[in-house]
């Protein structure tokens, strides 16, 4: 049972919305779960307007929470989760008022996806790190190429530079050995 005010006050009340299955849009499997932070502001709507004001609240937020999911591919469920708990605070704020509560905040605590999607996931990464990498490998030669090209026509108009720079060599070679 939770207290609805003590002397008047409001109390704030964590309602825990539990771990369930959802699929997003993009057909991906995760198990979400949140909070929602209700304060009841008319003791006598919160009685009489619901049978259970924790319980209405709670099977709503999960509801929110499911459909919340389901409009969102899970790239965009991370990137944007604070403007979803916005959205799932907004929308409860407006279903909830009739019943005399005021709700602070719609929070996501966890969204866990599978396993395998993990693994596939982390090796979708490393394989465009690695491409990545290749790029960056292949960007380095085309400009040594380049480089080396300008040397050669330097080389090619000014001779002297060519023996200069075989001399520079064997000096090197020299301090080496």
Do not use: C
């Not at 944007?80 to 909830?96: P, S, V, W």
């Amino acid at each position: 049972v939770t207290l609805i005010s003590i002397k008047g006050e409001h109390v704030q009340d964590a309602i825990s919305i539990p771990r369930q299955a959802a699929m997003t849009r993009d057909n991906l499997s995760v198990v979400v779960d949140a909070v929602a932070f209700v304060t009841v502001i008319d003791a006598a709507k919160a009685v009489f307007a619901v049978e259970d004001y924790y319980k209405a609240a709670q099977t709503l937020a999960a509801s929110m929470l499911l459909r919340a999911i389901g409009e969102h591919d899970l790239q965009e469920i991370f990137r944007d989760r604070a403007r979803i708990n916005e959205r799932l605070t907004q929308t409860m704020q407006g279903k909830t008022a009739g019943w005399g509560l005021d709700v602070s905040s719609v929070e996501l605590r966890d969204i866990t996806i599978p396993d395998t999607m993990q693994r596939a996931m982390a090796q979708t990464a490393e394989a465009t790190r690695e491409a990545d990498a290749k790029v960056i490998v292949a960007e380095g030669q085309r400009k040594a190429a380049f480089i080396f090209a300008e040397a050669a026509e330097a080389m090619e108009r000014q001779p002297m530079s060519l023996q200069l720079q075989w001399f520079e060599t064997l000096r090197n070679i020299a301090e080496i050995g």
